[in-house]
């Protein structure tokens, strides 16, 4: 049987990269895809548009990543945000920027960027293929021997694990790849959903199924201390709240709930108004607009939609008259435009999560090259890795890059 150089297991961002970067050595390699056909989870990135990147610096990158960020210094360097720009638009594919650094291909689909990298790989002539779920992988002497769960060998010199995490099952991302590499003596670290939409107590939050609040406050309380968190939009759902900011501090959420239980969510209307400010702002407006009904005045500060199912949750009269509002019914009504409280207990499940936190330990991957340090020859690349960032084209970023260096050094 021929002995191929590379055999990259995966065909996502990570593994395309990587298989790209080996056959432009000259190498010959081949790509491993459990799905009928590859990129299936990159289609639905970014709301089906893959925000593929970001303009962040270096700097933030790593700190996007976390206490353990540091780890992908050289593989940011190898192959940085404007690397990876300059090969989309040398490929023909140009991309836009949009708020917060984010960049997206121009054509807004992320249809162009599986079929860009599909056609680099049959340019450099990577052997596809699909249909192929990877069951064991061992190494006898220098050669990788891959078995596939309908016994399909494939043997190679060099094997780049790129098969993704454990969320959206549906598009191959079942956790293959953890057990094949704990076979191979690798420690898994805890696998814990990323950027997952989280569960409330409350049972009238369904009732604002659909309501998206725009650039909000907000704030956690738990175990006695204030957690501030950045301003953003909140969309609240039939099982609680997901939107942007939430799904991006996901991660610290659930760590809390995980250590201290229910967290409260403190929403704040009016994050650029001080209390002093709104209390003064209510009495001078409960005497101007004295004969307005709450429920029409109240929807200066919170969206229309909203207004009654607020006002019937504290008790208070949507049509009751200002000048009848008492000052305590004024000061509820302070609390509820500064500090809406929800009881955060808990998120989706993993498969509902936008990526994968926890998986091969970083300690075990040589961060210049992406080698293992207990098995010469095997590369990680992607979401294997332990570790996420929020979301912003952050991940897709480390799959590219870490692609590029398994690849680059699997050939050498």
Same mark, same amino acid.
């Given at each position: 049987?021929?002995? %191929?150089?590379?055999?990259?297991?995966?065909?996502?961002?990570?593994?395309?990269?990587?298989?790209?970067?080996?056959?432009?050595?000259?190498?010959?390699?081949?790509?491993?895809?459990?799905?009928?056909?590859?990129?299936?989870?990159?289609?639905?990135?970014?709301?089906?548009?893959?925000?593929?990147?970001?303009?962040?610096?270096?700097?933030?990158?790593?700190?996007?990543?976390?206490?353990?960020?540091?780890?992908?210094?050289?593989?940011?360097?190898?192959?940085?945000?404007?690397?990876?720009?300059?090969?989309?638009?040398?490929?023909?594919?140009?991309?836009?920027?949009? *708020?917060?650094?984010?960049?997206?291909?121009?054509?807004?689909?992320?249809?162009?960027?599986?079929?860009?990298?599909? @056609?680099?790989?049959? *340019?450099?002539?990577?052997?596809?293929?699909?249909?192929?779920?990877?069951?064991?992988?061992?190494?006898?002497?220098?050669?990788?021997?891959?078995?596939?769960?309908?016994?399909?060998?494939?043997?190679?010199?060099?094997?780049?694990?790129?098969?993704?995490?454990?969320?959206?099952?549906?598009?191959?991302?079942?956790?293959?790849?953890? @057990?094949?590499?704990?076979?191979?003596?690798?420690?898994?670290?805890?696998?814990?959903?990323?950027?997952?939409?989280?569960?409330?107590?409350?049972?009238?939050?369904?009732?604002?199924?659909?309501?998206?609040?725009?650039?909000?406050?907000?704030?956690?309380?738990?175990?006695?201390?204030?957690? =501030?968190?950045?301003?953003?939009?909140?969309?609240?759902?039939?099982?609680?709240?997901?939107?942007?900011?939430?799904?991006?501090?996901?991660?610290?959420?659930?760590?809390?709930?995980?250590?201290?239980?229910?967290?409260?969510?403190?929403?704040?209307?009016?994050?650029?108004?001080?209390?002093?400010?709104?209390?003064?702002?209510?009495?001078?407006?409960?005497?101007?607009?004295?004969?307005?009904?709450?429920?029409?005045?109240?929807?200066?500060?919170?969206?229309?939609?909203?207004?009654?199912?607020?006002?019937?949750?504290?008790?208070?009269?949507?049509?009751?008259?200002?000048?009848?509002?008492?000052?305590?019914?004024?000061?509820?009504?302070?609390?509820?435009?500064?500090?809406?409280?929800?009881?955060?207990?808990?998120?989706? =499940?993993?498969? @509902?999560?936008?990526?994968? %936190?926890?998986?091969?330990?970083?300690?075990?991957?040589?961060?210049?090259?992406?080698?293992?340090?207990?098995? =010469?020859?095997?590369?990680?690349?992607?979401?294997?890795?332990?570790? %996420?960032?929020?979301?912003?084209?952050?991940?897709?970023?480390?799959?590219?890059?870490?692609?590029?260096?398994?690849?680059?050094?699997?050939?050498?």
């Amino acid at each position: 049987m021929e002995i %191929c150089d590379i055999a990259v297991i995966g065909a996502g961002p990570a593994g395309c990269m990587a298989a790209i970067q080996g056959a432009k050595q000259g190498k010959k390699v081949v790509l491993i895809e459990k799905n009928k056909e590859l990129g299936l989870k990159l289609l639905i990135t970014g709301n089906g548009r893959c925000n593929f990147t970001n303009t962040a610096s270096l700097d933030v990158f790593l700190k996007k990543f976390g206490k353990k960020g540091l780890f992908y210094r050289d593989v940011f360097n190898k192959f940085s945000n404007q690397d990876l720009m300059n090969f989309f638009r040398s490929n023909g594919l140009d991309f836009i920027e949009e *708020e917060g650094g984010r960049i997206f291909p121009s054509t807004g689909k992320a249809r162009s960027v599986v079929d860009m990298l599909y @056609k680099i790989l049959k *340019e450099y002539k990577v052997k596809i293929i699909y249909n192929y779920r990877l069951e064991h992988l061992q190494k006898h002497s220098k050669i990788f021997k891959l078995i596939s769960t309908n016994n399909q060998l494939i043997t190679a010199y060099n094997v780049v694990l790129a098969p993704g995490g454990l969320t959206y099952k549906e598009t191959g991302s079942s956790g293959d790849g953890y @057990k094949i590499s704990e076979a191979l003596g690798h420690r898994i670290t805890e696998i814990k959903p990323g950027g997952v939409p989280l569960t409330v107590r409350e049972d009238w939050i369904p009732d604002l199924k659909g309501i998206t609040l725009e650039d909000v406050g907000l704030s956690l309380q738990s175990g006695g201390r204030t957690i =501030p968190l950045p301003r953003g939009n909140l969309l609240f759902t039939h099982f609680g709240v997901s939107g942007p900011i939430i799904l991006d501090m996901s991660n610290m959420i659930t760590d809390i709930i995980r250590e201290h239980g229910d967290v409260k969510l403190y929403i704040d209307f009016k994050p650029d108004v001080k209390e002093q400010e709104l209390e003064n702002l209510l009495i001078a407006d409960f005497r101007k607009y004295s004969k307005r009904s709450l429920k029409n005045y109240l929807k200066y500060h919170l969206p229309q939609n909203m207004v009654e199912h607020v006002l019937k949750v504290f008790s208070l009269d949507p049509d009751k008259k200002l000048n009848q509002i008492t000052k305590k019914e004024r000061a509820s009504l302070q609390k509820i435009v500064k500090t809406l409280p929800i009881t955060i207990h808990g998120h989706l =499940p993993l498969n @509902k999560a936008m990526i994968t %936190c926890g998986g091969v330990s970083k300690k075990e991957i040589d961060p210049r090259t992406m080698e293992s340090k207990l098995v =010469p020859g095997l590369y990680f690349a992607g979401e294997i890795i332990d570790g %996420c960032a929020p979301s912003g084209g952050f991940n897709l970023q480390q799959a590219f890059s870490t692609g590029y260096v398994a690849g680059k050094s699997a050939s050498s």
